[in-house]
């Protein structure tokens, strides 16, 4: 007999894996440019890109600022987008999700209110 997996446990085994592969894995990842990249130096459009205001962020380009190891800097940097990005998703569950009613909000209970009335002809 199998026992059942909790969904806290999935869901933890889930937060370790996306640390894993943000932090450690991450640093394995291909060198070459991503798609975008790709296409505009294809298309010979590469030249005209420019800066934008969050490049000078504390984790642009795939690395933390005043971290010198490359490895570390990089997974550092993955580690918190990871945590940023559960952080906002769970924020975003908790703020959406159905709620249900409180027992002082229920609706009154039927039963005590039903119509006991009976308009059906049992008569033959």
Known sequence: ????????????GIFVVALLLAGVFSFYAASSPDGL???SEDQGFADTETDHS???????????????????????AGV????VVLGLGTGLTYALRRRTPDAEQAPADTA????????SDTSA
């Open 54 to 76: 969050a490049g000078d962020g504390p984790f642009a380009g795939y690395e933390t600022t005043g971290v010198d190891d490359s490895r570390i800097s990089g997974g550092l």
């Open 37 to 39: 990249t790709k296409v």
């Open 112 to 119: 005590d209110t039903a119509d006991t009335s009976d308009t």
């Open 80 to 83: 918190v987008g990871v945590l």
């Open 1 to 12: 007999m199998r026992r059942a997996v909790s969904t806290r446990a999935v869901a933890v």
